[in-house]
């Protein structure tokens, strides 16, 4: 139990928060809240997996021992260094956070004492003013908090089965049992060369990694697991698109993310749709690589392309490129995909703003890209 607790917690929260304050950088830079180290720094432990588990793959069909104790101590590695890097911006954080605690403290006596005196003031009772935007803002928020944690529970509960898990599940629980590395058949048991198409993408090897870690058998991890940590990380996206096409303020970004959610639910018009392999296949490459990968580029390309001011856009250039690893792990056409998706999109700034290093920039993040499907007809 103890082994699943802190598995879970490391994998899911420690690493990937401490990983993140690598990207948020000096305090007298642009401020970067806890969504963007989170998302930045489980980004940056995908990648890593990505380029630790193609080479030991390929040297060492045996080598699930030793792919689980590089990657656990580089994600090690690279959060105490996240610590270390980014202590200053965690100071100003934690005083940002007692600033806002003490303002609300303070707030709240207020309200406490002009309750005893029985001083009233006009728009709401006991003396407390009630702001309708705020009160509504927070009605709103609840409503997407429910319907996502709505899609959460359905995913647990009622875990479904597709028939390619008889594929991809079943070499995460080969990789977790056996320590061998895609060859074995999934469909008959037997010695086999490696699968180049599929083996290159290692998402089913990272389930494995994930329940060795957690202690926690891999079937389960990818049924039950997964679905509790893709549907939140989704949502933490739409949440970030929302925030720069809406503002902050208001109820539109609420609703937004509430409107997604409705339409995610009843979005299984077909068994195509990305509704459907979003809350049905959630583990699986393919839906990660639409519902998630795609959906970090959007949020990206907004932060680039979509703000008058254009400084400290280095680091989501760079996110874009360590996303653009995480793509090919996906499944072996995510390379592809992304990498078109970027190119199109840098074309297309580069037209408008009258900026070639757009297209030029665009080129070198989709670098990763490039070598992934080289190695992809190489070996194929």
Known sequence: MLQKAFGFLFLFGIAPVCTGLLWVGAPGKKRRGPDFVYLA?????????????VPVMLVNPHGMGLLTGLTAGLSA???IMGVVFGFPALQAFARSLAERISQSLRKAGRAKRRRKGGRRRRGGPGGIRVEPLAAERRVFWAL??????FQMYMAYAYASFDGDDSYYVVQSVLADQTGVLNRIRPYTGLSTDLDVRHALAALPLWVAYVARI??????????????LVWIPLTYL????????????????????VTLTGILQIFGNTSIYTN???FLTRTWQGKSILCNFVLLVQVWLLLEIFGRRKRRYQSVYWKLLAVNNIVSAMMTSMGAFLAAMFLGIAGLSA????????CLLRAAVCCIPNVVYLVMLLVMG
Not at 144 to 149: I, K, Q, R, W, Y
Not at 238 to 250: A, C, M, T, V
Not at 350 to 357: D, F, I, M, N, Y
């Open 144 to 149: 997407a908090l429910a319907v996502v944690g």
């Open 237 to 256: 996206c739409y949440f970030e698109i929302g925030r720069l096409l809406f503002g902050q303020e208001g109820v539109r970004l609420p609703v937004f």
């Open 77 to 79: 590695a690279l959060s």
């Open 41 to 53: 720094g489980f980004l940056t432990q995908l990648a890593l997996f990505q380029l630790v588990a």
């Open 214 to 227: 957690t202690g926690i058998h891999a079937t389960i991890v990818a049924h039950s697991l997964l679905p």
């Open 350 to 357: 580069a037209v408008r703003q009258r900026k070639p290093s």
């Open 275 to 277: 509704a459907t392999f």
